[in-house]
Protein backbone atom coordinates (compact mmCIF):
# COMPACT_ATOMS: atom_id res chain seq x y z
CA UNK A 1 0.00 0.00 0.00
CA UNK A 2 1.45 3.44 -0.70
CA UNK A 3 3.31 4.69 1.95
CA UNK A 4 2.15 8.64 1.82
CA UNK A 5 -1.31 6.58 2.03
CA UNK A 6 -3.50 9.04 4.97
CA UNK A 7 -6.70 7.88 6.27
CA UNK A 8 -8.36 11.52 4.81
CA UNK A 9 -6.74 10.36 1.49
CA UNK A 10 -8.04 6.66 1.80
CA UNK A 11 -11.49 7.23 3.14
CA UNK A 12 -11.58 10.13 0.04
CA UNK A 13 -10.77 6.99 -2.44
CA UNK A 14 -13.40 5.03 -0.88
CA UNK A 15 -16.30 7.54 -1.22
CA UNK A 16 -15.09 7.89 -4.76
CA UNK A 17 -15.87 4.33 -5.36
CA UNK A 18 -18.68 4.12 -3.75
CA UNK A 19 -20.29 7.05 -5.59
CA UNK A 20 -19.03 5.47 -8.91
CA UNK A 21 -20.40 2.80 -8.04
CA UNK A 22 -24.14 4.13 -6.96
CA UNK A 23 -24.03 6.25 -10.01
CA UNK A 24 -23.64 2.97 -12.25
CA UNK A 25 -19.93 4.34 -13.27
CA UNK A 26 -17.76 1.79 -13.33
CA UNK A 27 -18.16 -1.00 -15.84
CA UNK A 28 -17.74 -4.31 -15.20
CA UNK A 29 -14.27 -4.89 -16.43
CA UNK A 30 -12.97 -2.20 -13.61
CA UNK A 31 -15.56 -3.40 -11.04
CA UNK A 32 -13.21 -6.59 -9.63
CA UNK A 33 -10.18 -4.28 -9.37
CA UNK A 34 -12.38 -1.39 -8.46
CA UNK A 35 -14.14 -3.53 -4.94
CA UNK A 36 -10.53 -5.05 -4.22
CA UNK A 37 -9.24 -1.33 -3.96
CA UNK A 38 -11.84 -0.28 -1.44
CA UNK A 39 -11.40 -3.21 0.11
CA UNK A 40 -7.50 -2.59 0.75
CA UNK A 41 -8.44 0.89 1.70
CA UNK A 42 -10.84 -0.11 3.97
CA UNK A 43 -8.79 -2.72 5.49
CA UNK A 44 -5.94 0.95 5.69
CA UNK A 45 -8.86 2.59 7.51
CA UNK A 46 -9.70 0.02 9.42
CA UNK A 47 -6.22 -1.14 10.57
CA UNK A 48 -5.59 2.80 11.34
CA UNK A 49 -8.67 3.15 13.30
CA UNK A 50 -7.48 0.33 15.87
CA UNK A 51 -4.20 1.61 15.73
CA UNK A 52 -5.57 4.78 17.06
CA UNK A 53 -8.43 3.33 19.73
CA UNK A 54 -4.92 1.09 21.26
CA UNK A 55 -2.90 4.74 21.36
CA UNK A 56 -5.85 6.60 23.37
CA UNK A 57 -6.72 3.52 25.36
CA UNK A 58 -3.03 3.22 26.05
CA UNK A 59 -3.15 7.53 26.35
CA UNK A 60 -6.10 7.56 29.18
CA UNK A 61 -4.69 4.45 30.72
CA UNK A 62 -1.56 6.52 31.94
CA UNK A 63 -3.29 9.49 32.53
CA UNK A 64 -5.51 7.74 34.95
CA UNK A 65 -2.66 5.74 36.71
CA UNK A 66 -0.86 9.80 37.08
CA UNK A 67 -3.74 10.84 39.20
CA UNK B 1 43.07 114.15 108.80
CA UNK B 2 42.26 111.09 110.62
CA UNK B 3 43.38 107.57 109.27
CA UNK B 4 43.01 103.92 109.49
CA UNK B 5 44.85 100.88 108.70
CA UNK B 6 42.71 98.01 106.05
CA UNK B 7 42.57 95.87 108.73
CA UNK B 8 40.46 99.09 110.92
CA UNK B 9 38.61 99.66 107.69
CA UNK B 10 38.36 96.42 107.52
CA UNK B 11 36.67 95.32 110.71
CA UNK B 12 34.21 98.61 109.98
CA UNK B 13 32.94 96.98 106.98
CA UNK B 14 32.76 93.59 108.50
CA UNK B 15 30.94 95.25 111.62
CA UNK B 16 28.66 97.38 109.24
CA UNK B 17 27.74 94.58 107.14
CA UNK B 18 26.95 92.64 110.24
CA UNK B 19 24.43 95.33 111.97
CA UNK B 20 22.97 95.63 108.64
CA UNK B 21 22.70 91.67 107.61
CA UNK B 22 22.02 90.43 111.14
CA UNK B 23 19.39 88.11 109.52
CA UNK B 24 20.04 85.54 106.64
CA UNK B 25 18.73 87.08 103.23
CA UNK B 26 17.29 84.71 100.18
CA UNK B 27 18.93 85.61 96.91
CA UNK B 28 18.48 83.85 93.54
CA UNK B 29 22.00 83.63 91.24
CA UNK B 30 23.67 81.65 88.29
CA UNK B 31 26.09 78.87 89.53
CA UNK B 32 29.51 79.94 86.90
CA UNK B 33 31.51 77.64 88.73
CA UNK B 34 31.58 74.88 91.28
CA UNK B 35 34.83 73.31 93.34
CA UNK B 36 34.71 70.98 95.90
CA UNK B 37 38.01 71.25 98.43
CA UNK B 38 37.85 68.75 101.71
CA UNK B 39 34.09 68.62 102.15
CA UNK B 40 33.81 72.49 101.68
CA UNK B 41 31.81 73.38 98.42
CA UNK B 42 33.02 77.02 96.63
CA UNK B 43 30.55 78.34 94.09
CA UNK B 44 31.32 81.22 92.01
CA UNK B 45 27.86 83.27 91.61
CA UNK B 46 26.77 85.46 88.77
CA UNK B 47 24.04 87.48 87.59
CA UNK B 48 23.63 88.13 84.19
CA UNK B 49 21.72 90.42 82.25
CA UNK B 50 18.68 89.28 80.79
CA UNK B 51 19.14 91.50 77.12
CA UNK B 52 22.86 90.73 76.72
CA UNK B 53 23.86 88.35 78.83
CA UNK B 54 26.79 89.91 79.94
CA UNK B 55 27.77 89.40 84.10
CA UNK B 56 26.37 92.14 85.97
CA UNK B 57 27.21 90.75 89.29
CA UNK B 58 29.13 88.28 90.77
CA UNK B 59 30.02 87.03 94.56
CA UNK B 60 32.06 83.81 96.14
CA UNK B 61 29.58 81.50 97.83
CA UNK B 62 30.25 78.55 99.80
CA UNK B 63 28.65 76.16 101.31
CA UNK B 64 30.60 74.38 104.31
CA UNK B 65 31.23 70.97 104.63
CA UNK B 66 28.78 70.54 107.58
CA UNK B 67 25.93 72.16 105.72
CA UNK B 68 27.12 70.20 102.58
CA UNK B 69 26.16 67.20 104.29
CA UNK B 70 22.77 68.35 105.98
CA UNK B 71 21.98 69.43 102.86
CA UNK B 72 22.33 66.56 100.66
CA UNK B 73 20.61 64.40 103.19
CA UNK B 74 17.23 66.42 102.96
CA UNK B 75 17.74 67.05 99.32
CA UNK B 76 18.86 63.53 98.06
CA UNK B 77 20.63 63.50 94.98
CA UNK B 78 18.59 66.29 93.68
CA UNK B 79 21.43 68.39 95.82
CA UNK B 80 24.38 67.34 93.67
CA UNK B 81 21.83 68.57 90.84
CA UNK B 82 21.47 71.29 91.27
CA UNK B 83 24.82 72.15 92.36
CA UNK B 84 25.78 72.48 88.62
CA UNK B 85 27.47 74.98 86.18
CA UNK B 86 24.68 76.94 84.87
CA UNK B 87 21.75 76.36 87.44
CA UNK B 88 19.94 78.95 88.55
CA UNK B 89 19.12 78.70 92.28
CA UNK B 90 17.54 80.06 95.34
CA UNK B 91 19.66 80.05 98.49
CA UNK B 92 19.10 81.50 102.01
CA UNK B 93 22.51 82.81 102.75
CA UNK B 94 24.23 84.58 105.82
CA UNK B 95 26.82 87.76 103.99
CA UNK B 96 30.40 87.66 105.66
CA UNK B 97 32.95 89.92 105.89
CA UNK B 98 36.60 88.45 106.77
CA UNK B 99 39.38 91.13 107.01
CA UNK B 100 41.56 88.93 104.78
CA UNK B 101 39.13 87.43 102.35
CA UNK B 102 36.67 89.76 101.43
CA UNK B 103 33.07 89.32 101.10
CA UNK B 104 31.51 85.50 100.71
CA UNK B 105 28.05 84.47 100.83
CA UNK B 106 27.77 81.92 103.42
CA UNK B 107 24.82 79.24 101.74
CA UNK B 108 22.73 77.20 104.42
CA UNK B 109 20.30 76.33 102.54
CA UNK B 110 18.99 76.11 98.98
CA UNK B 111 15.48 76.21 97.77
CA UNK B 112 15.29 73.27 95.23
CA UNK B 113 11.82 73.95 93.68
CA UNK B 114 13.18 77.14 92.62
CA UNK B 115 15.51 75.65 90.62
CA UNK B 116 13.18 73.12 89.51
CA UNK B 117 10.39 75.55 88.79
CA UNK B 118 13.26 77.56 86.74
CA UNK B 119 13.78 74.90 84.52
CA UNK B 120 10.41 73.72 83.86
CA UNK B 121 9.62 77.60 82.65
CA UNK B 122 12.74 77.10 80.15
CA UNK B 123 11.33 73.57 79.12
CA UNK B 124 8.05 75.20 78.68
CA UNK B 125 9.67 78.19 76.46
CA UNK B 126 11.43 75.71 74.54
CA UNK B 127 8.34 73.42 73.75
CA UNK B 128 6.06 76.60 73.08
CA UNK B 129 9.52 77.49 70.64
CA UNK B 130 9.56 73.87 68.62
CA UNK B 131 5.94 73.87 68.68
CA UNK B 132 5.40 77.25 66.71
CA UNK B 133 8.33 76.13 64.64
CA UNK B 134 6.91 72.99 63.56
CA UNK B 135 9.89 71.02 64.68
CA UNK B 136 7.95 68.76 67.55
CA UNK B 137 6.48 66.66 64.65
CA UNK B 138 9.71 66.53 62.03
CA UNK B 139 12.01 63.73 62.59
CA UNK B 140 8.76 61.56 62.96
CA UNK B 141 7.64 62.25 59.61
CA UNK B 142 10.88 60.40 58.46
CA UNK B 143 9.89 56.55 58.05
CA UNK B 144 12.35 53.61 59.36
CA UNK B 145 13.57 50.92 56.88
CA UNK B 146 11.58 48.32 57.20
CA UNK B 147 14.34 46.12 58.38
CA UNK B 148 17.26 48.42 60.94
CA UNK B 149 20.64 46.96 59.95
CA UNK B 150 23.09 49.80 60.49
CA UNK B 151 22.56 52.15 63.06
CA UNK B 152 24.85 55.22 64.47
CA UNK B 153 24.81 55.17 68.24
CA UNK B 154 25.50 58.17 70.45
CA UNK B 155 26.42 57.50 73.65
CA UNK B 156 28.81 57.54 76.36
CA UNK B 157 31.24 55.12 75.68
CA UNK B 158 31.42 53.80 79.13
CA UNK B 159 27.83 54.71 80.05
CA UNK B 160 25.71 51.43 81.71
CA UNK B 161 23.15 51.85 79.45
CA UNK B 162 25.11 51.37 76.10
CA UNK B 163 26.47 48.51 77.70
CA UNK B 164 23.16 47.27 78.58
CA UNK B 165 22.21 47.97 75.21
CA UNK B 166 25.05 46.54 72.92
CA UNK B 167 24.12 43.35 75.66
CA UNK B 168 20.76 43.17 74.41
CA UNK B 169 21.12 43.63 70.24
CA UNK B 170 24.20 40.87 70.75
CA UNK B 171 22.45 38.66 72.43
CA UNK B 172 18.72 38.75 71.07
CA UNK B 173 17.05 35.54 70.33
CA UNK B 174 16.15 35.96 66.66
CA UNK B 175 19.54 35.64 65.79
CA UNK B 176 19.63 39.50 64.09
CA UNK B 177 22.89 40.91 63.29
CA UNK B 178 22.62 44.46 64.05
CA UNK B 179 25.71 46.56 62.88
CA UNK B 180 26.35 50.50 65.06
CA UNK B 181 28.94 52.84 64.79
CA UNK B 182 29.28 54.38 68.36
CA UNK B 183 29.79 58.21 68.28
CA UNK B 184 30.53 59.17 71.80
CA UNK B 185 29.27 62.02 73.55
CA UNK B 186 28.55 63.48 76.78
CA UNK B 187 25.34 62.85 77.64
CA UNK B 188 25.26 64.58 81.09
CA UNK B 189 26.87 68.51 81.98
CA UNK B 190 27.50 71.19 79.72
CA UNK B 191 28.66 69.58 77.00
CA UNK B 192 25.71 67.29 76.04
CA UNK B 193 24.58 69.88 72.92
CA UNK B 194 27.65 70.37 71.53
CA UNK B 195 29.07 67.11 71.41
CA UNK B 196 25.36 65.46 70.07
CA UNK B 197 25.14 68.43 67.67
CA UNK B 198 29.08 67.48 66.33
CA UNK B 199 27.77 63.80 65.67
CA UNK B 200 24.97 64.52 64.30
CA UNK B 201 26.62 66.70 61.71
CA UNK B 202 29.23 63.66 60.95
CA UNK B 203 26.39 61.63 60.52
CA UNK B 204 24.72 63.55 58.41
CA UNK B 205 27.76 64.17 55.93
CA UNK B 206 28.07 60.56 55.51
CA UNK B 207 27.67 58.92 51.82
CA UNK B 208 25.64 55.63 53.25
CA UNK B 209 22.83 56.99 55.75
CA UNK B 210 22.29 54.56 58.40
CA UNK B 211 19.02 53.17 58.87
CA UNK B 212 18.48 54.90 62.23
CA UNK B 213 20.18 57.53 64.82
CA UNK B 214 20.05 56.17 68.71
CA UNK B 215 20.74 58.22 71.04
CA UNK B 216 21.05 56.57 74.73
CA UNK B 217 22.39 56.94 77.83
CA UNK B 218 21.71 55.44 81.48
CA UNK B 219 19.07 56.09 83.99
CA UNK B 220 19.50 59.51 85.87
CA UNK B 221 17.87 62.37 87.87
CA UNK B 222 15.56 64.86 86.85
CA UNK B 223 18.18 67.70 86.45
CA UNK B 224 20.70 65.72 85.07
CA UNK B 225 18.10 64.94 82.00
CA UNK B 226 17.72 68.87 81.80
CA UNK B 227 20.50 68.62 79.12
CA UNK B 228 17.96 66.45 77.07
CA UNK B 229 15.58 69.96 77.38
CA UNK B 230 18.27 71.82 75.59
CA UNK B 231 16.82 74.14 72.87
CA UNK B 232 19.53 74.04 70.37
CA UNK B 233 19.88 70.01 71.39
CA UNK B 234 16.17 69.62 70.45
CA UNK B 235 16.40 71.85 67.37
CA UNK B 236 19.42 70.34 65.97
CA UNK B 237 17.28 66.62 66.49
CA UNK B 238 13.79 67.87 65.16
CA UNK B 239 15.75 68.72 62.25
CA UNK B 240 18.11 65.82 61.71
CA UNK B 241 16.29 64.18 58.19
CA UNK B 242 16.99 60.53 59.51
CA UNK B 243 14.77 59.18 61.87
CA UNK B 244 16.39 59.07 65.47
CA UNK B 245 15.50 57.14 68.47
CA UNK B 246 15.97 58.25 71.75
CA UNK B 247 16.36 56.24 75.07
CA UNK B 248 17.92 58.50 78.04
CA UNK B 249 16.94 56.73 81.02
CA UNK B 250 13.93 57.35 82.86
CA UNK B 251 10.51 56.05 84.22
CA UNK B 252 8.41 58.84 84.84
CA UNK B 253 9.41 62.00 83.28
CA UNK B 254 9.67 63.12 79.40
CA UNK B 255 12.77 65.44 78.17
CA UNK B 256 11.51 67.51 75.19
CA UNK B 257 14.34 65.30 72.95
CA UNK B 258 11.86 62.61 73.79
CA UNK B 259 9.04 64.64 72.25
CA UNK B 260 11.14 65.84 69.22
CA UNK B 261 12.69 62.10 68.21
CA UNK B 262 11.36 59.77 66.37
CA UNK B 263 10.53 57.54 68.60
CA UNK B 264 11.12 57.78 72.81
CA UNK B 265 11.89 55.15 75.15
CA UNK B 266 12.42 54.72 78.48
CA UNK B 267 15.74 53.26 78.56
CA UNK B 268 18.73 51.80 76.18
CA UNK B 269 17.59 48.04 76.47
CA UNK B 270 13.67 49.49 75.31
CA UNK B 271 15.63 51.18 72.39
CA UNK B 272 17.25 47.72 71.63
CA UNK B 273 14.30 46.05 72.19
CA UNK B 274 12.21 48.49 69.87
CA UNK B 275 15.00 48.05 67.23
CA UNK B 276 14.32 43.81 68.02
CA UNK B 277 10.44 44.25 67.53
CA UNK B 278 10.80 46.47 64.43
CA UNK B 279 12.82 43.43 62.67
CA UNK B 280 10.66 40.87 63.92
CA UNK B 281 7.91 42.50 62.16
CA UNK B 282 9.39 42.72 59.22
CA UNK B 283 10.26 39.11 59.36
CA UNK B 284 6.45 37.91 60.34
CA UNK B 285 5.11 39.83 57.53
CA UNK B 286 7.80 37.98 55.59
CA UNK B 287 6.26 34.99 56.74
CA UNK B 288 3.00 35.63 56.37
CA UNK B 289 3.51 36.30 52.84
CA UNK B 290 5.13 33.13 52.13
CA UNK B 291 2.12 31.43 53.75
CA UNK B 292 -0.25 33.53 51.91
CA UNK B 293 1.89 32.69 48.65
CA UNK B 294 1.88 29.27 49.14
CA UNK B 295 -1.86 29.02 50.35
CA UNK B 296 -2.68 30.89 46.81
CA UNK B 297 -0.58 28.48 44.77
CA UNK B 298 -1.95 25.85 46.04
CA UNK B 299 -5.45 27.01 45.20
CA UNK B 300 -4.31 27.63 42.00
CA UNK B 301 -2.49 24.53 41.39
CA UNK B 302 -5.80 23.06 42.40
CA UNK B 303 -8.23 24.58 40.17
CA UNK B 304 -5.90 23.91 37.40
CA UNK B 305 -5.52 19.95 38.12
CA UNK B 306 -9.44 20.01 38.34
CA UNK B 307 -9.75 22.21 34.64
CA UNK B 308 -6.95 19.80 33.47
CA UNK B 309 -8.68 16.74 34.85
CA UNK B 310 -12.24 18.08 33.02
CA UNK B 311 -10.38 18.90 29.98
CA UNK B 312 -8.74 15.22 29.85
CA UNK B 313 -12.40 13.78 30.17
CA UNK B 314 -13.60 15.34 27.98
CA UNK B 315 -11.09 14.83 25.16
CA UNK B 316 -11.17 11.19 25.77
CA UNK B 317 -14.81 11.33 25.27
CA UNK B 318 -14.33 13.45 22.03
CA UNK B 319 -11.52 11.51 20.62
CA UNK B 320 -13.69 8.18 21.58
CA UNK B 321 -16.67 9.28 19.74
CA UNK B 322 -15.17 10.51 17.38
CA UNK B 323 -13.31 7.12 16.52
CA UNK B 324 -16.67 5.73 16.81
CA UNK B 325 -18.16 7.75 14.57
CA UNK B 326 -15.41 7.29 12.00
CA UNK B 327 -15.16 3.52 12.21
CA UNK B 328 -19.19 3.54 11.72
CA UNK B 329 -18.17 5.93 8.39
CA UNK B 330 -15.97 3.19 7.18
CA UNK B 331 -18.35 -0.05 8.04
CA UNK B 332 -21.16 2.02 5.95
CA UNK B 333 -18.73 3.14 3.52
CA UNK B 334 -16.96 -0.83 3.36
CA UNK B 335 -21.41 -2.34 3.11
CA UNK B 336 -22.06 0.60 0.75
CA UNK B 337 -19.05 -0.71 -1.47
CA UNK B 338 -19.83 -4.38 -0.94
CA UNK B 339 -23.48 -4.03 -1.54
CA UNK B 340 -22.99 -1.69 -4.88
CA UNK B 341 -20.15 -4.29 -6.11
CA UNK B 342 -22.64 -7.32 -5.98
CA UNK B 343 -24.98 -4.79 -7.50
CA UNK B 344 -23.13 -3.97 -9.92
CA UNK B 345 -22.11 -7.78 -10.98
CA UNK B 346 -25.93 -8.79 -10.60
CA UNK B 347 -27.13 -6.34 -12.82
CA UNK B 348 -24.68 -7.25 -15.32
CA UNK B 349 -25.38 -11.13 -15.38
CA UNK B 350 -29.54 -10.13 -15.38
CA UNK B 351 -27.85 -7.84 -18.39
CA UNK B 352 -26.28 -10.96 -19.76
CA UNK B 353 -29.62 -13.28 -18.89
CA UNK B 354 -31.09 -10.89 -21.26
CA UNK B 355 -29.14 -10.65 -24.18
CA UNK B 356 -29.18 -14.54 -23.51
CA UNK B 357 -32.53 -15.11 -23.79
CA UNK B 358 -33.02 -12.25 -26.88
CA UNK B 359 -30.24 -13.91 -28.84
CA UNK B 360 -31.30 -17.48 -28.32
CA UNK B 361 -34.61 -16.06 -29.30
CA UNK B 362 -33.47 -14.92 -32.47
CA UNK B 363 -32.29 -18.16 -33.84
CA UNK B 364 -33.37 -19.03 -36.93
CA UNK B 365 -34.44 -22.68 -35.25
CA UNK B 366 -36.50 -20.79 -33.04
CA UNK B 367 -37.88 -18.75 -35.43
CA UNK B 368 -38.77 -21.40 -37.72
CA UNK B 369 -40.48 -23.31 -34.84
CA UNK B 370 -42.80 -20.62 -34.51
CA UNK B 371 -43.82 -21.29 -38.02
CA UNK B 372 -41.67 -19.33 -39.98
CA UNK B 373 -39.17 -20.54 -43.35
CA UNK B 374 -36.44 -19.71 -44.81
CA UNK B 375 -35.56 -19.26 -48.89
CA UNK B 376 -32.17 -20.27 -50.24
CA UNK B 377 -30.34 -20.44 -53.10
CA UNK B 378 -27.06 -22.09 -53.92
CA UNK B 379 -25.63 -18.57 -52.53
CA UNK B 380 -27.50 -18.40 -49.73
CA UNK B 381 -30.71 -16.83 -47.61
CA UNK B 382 -32.72 -14.66 -49.90
CA UNK B 383 -33.90 -11.69 -48.12
CA UNK B 384 -34.69 -9.64 -51.20
CA UNK B 385 -37.67 -10.21 -53.48
CA UNK B 386 -35.49 -8.58 -56.51
CA UNK B 387 -33.17 -11.66 -56.15
CA UNK B 388 -36.10 -14.01 -56.77
CA UNK B 389 -36.48 -14.79 -60.59
CA UNK B 390 -39.32 -16.66 -62.15
CA UNK B 391 -38.69 -20.12 -62.59
CA UNK B 392 -35.81 -20.38 -60.58
CA UNK B 393 -35.00 -23.19 -58.23
CA UNK B 394 -35.09 -22.37 -54.49
CA UNK B 395 -34.77 -24.56 -51.51
CA UNK B 396 -37.85 -23.82 -48.93
CA UNK B 397 -36.55 -24.50 -45.65
CA UNK B 398 -38.89 -25.59 -42.57
CA UNK B 399 -38.02 -26.54 -38.86
CA UNK B 400 -38.00 -30.42 -39.96
CA UNK B 401 -37.26 -30.46 -43.67
CA UNK B 402 -36.15 -28.48 -46.92
CA UNK B 403 -38.90 -28.30 -50.05
CA UNK B 404 -37.07 -28.09 -53.51
CA UNK B 405 -39.25 -26.00 -55.71
CA UNK B 406 -39.35 -23.54 -58.66
CA UNK B 407 -40.32 -19.75 -58.19
CA UNK B 408 -43.61 -20.13 -60.74
CA UNK B 409 -45.26 -16.41 -60.00
CA UNK B 410 -44.01 -13.27 -58.99
CA UNK B 411 -46.71 -10.59 -56.97
CA UNK B 412 -44.87 -7.83 -54.95
CA UNK B 413 -46.65 -6.40 -52.53
CA UNK B 414 -47.92 -2.68 -52.60
Not at chain 1, 32 to 47: P, T
Not at chain 2, 106 to 129: C, S, V, W
Amino acid sequence: MDKELTYEKAYEEIQEIAQAMESEQINVDELAEKAARAQKLIQFCREKLRTIQTSLEEVYRENESQE
Amino acid sequence: MERISLFQLNTFIKRALALNFNNAVWVTAEIAQVSNSRGHIYLELVEKSLDTQAVIAKARGNIWKSTASQLEQKLGPLFKDILQEGTEILFSTKVTFHELYGISLQIDHIDPAFTMGKLEMERQETINYLQTHGKLHKNGQYSLPPVIQHIAVLSSATAAGYGDFKAHLLQNEYGYQIQWDLFPVAVQGTQVTQEIITALNSIQNKANPYDAVVIIRGGGSKLDLAAFDDKDLCVAIADFTQPIIVGIGHERDQSIADLVAHTALKTPTAVADFILYHNLQFEEKILQWGQQIQTQAEAWIREKTDLTNRLTIQLKWASQSLLTSKVNQINLAADNIQRNAWLTLKNSDKDLTIFEKQIAAAHPQNILKRGYALIRNEEGSILDFEKINLHQSINIELIDGIVKTTVQEKQKNG
